[in-house]
């Protein structure tokens, strides 16, 4: 697709208002959440207060212990993927690029592999697509894919920085859109 320059001046002004909404955008206003959506973030639920969560232990690769309050302080992507999830690789490469532009000491994308997935199978699904920049935490027993009421793989749960639920979104997105970073951004700053 070639943008003529009318197009890449429209592209600069949609950027320079979400990141001006986001900017302005209080994280514990939904509302003003609300008004950083558009149709790539259609299915994303904001919740009106934070949601405490219940259990949250999930193991690393090796199988060693973690849970999720290792990451208060920082907002939070939870993804809950699968090794057989079509719609899940469609969308990891994006959640990558999150991590890749965003990451850092404020924001972290953290993937949980939950239910059957070996870990051959996992090193492989990232492989093949090109992530190495995401963890390979699992949830072999979906204890925690349970206590969160997962229902569909992928499924995505935002976390503000005390480990609260403050949106959730249930099957693929498009995370690389503006509307994502806004909302994001707006998190990580509110």
């Known amino acids: 697709m070639k943008l003529t320059r009318r197009g890449l001046n429209v592209l ?91 990451g850092g000491a404020d924001f972290e994308v953290v993937t949980l592999a939950t239910g059957r997935n070996p870990a051959p199978s996992m090193t492989r699904f990232f492989d093949s697509i090109g992530i190495d920049n995401l963890p390979l935490h699992r949830d072999p027993d979906q204890a925690i894919a349970r206590a969160m009421a997962v229902r569909g793989l992928p499924t995505t749960v935002i976390l503000n920085r005390q480990g609260q639920e403050v949106a959730r979104l249930e099957g693929d997105a498009d995370w690389s859109s503006a509307s994502a970073k806004a909302i994001l951004a707006a998190l990580i700053d509110g």
Not at 20 to 42: I, Q, V
Not at 70 to 92: D, I, S
């Open 12 to 102: 600069a002004v949609a950027a320079a208002v979400y990141m001006g909404l986001g900017a302005s955008a209080n994280a514990a206003d939904p509302a003003a959440l609300e008004a950083l959506r558009d149709a790539s973030m259609e299915k994303l639920v904001l919740h009106p207060e934070p949601m405490d969560l219940g259990e949250t232990a999930f193991t690393d690769f090796d199988g060693g212990p973690l849970d999720l309050a290792q990451y208060h302080g920082k907002v939070v992507l939870l993804n809950f993927w699968a090794t057989w999830c079509a719609p899940c690789r469609k969308e990891m490469p994006m959640l990558s690029d999150l991590q890749t532009g965003m």
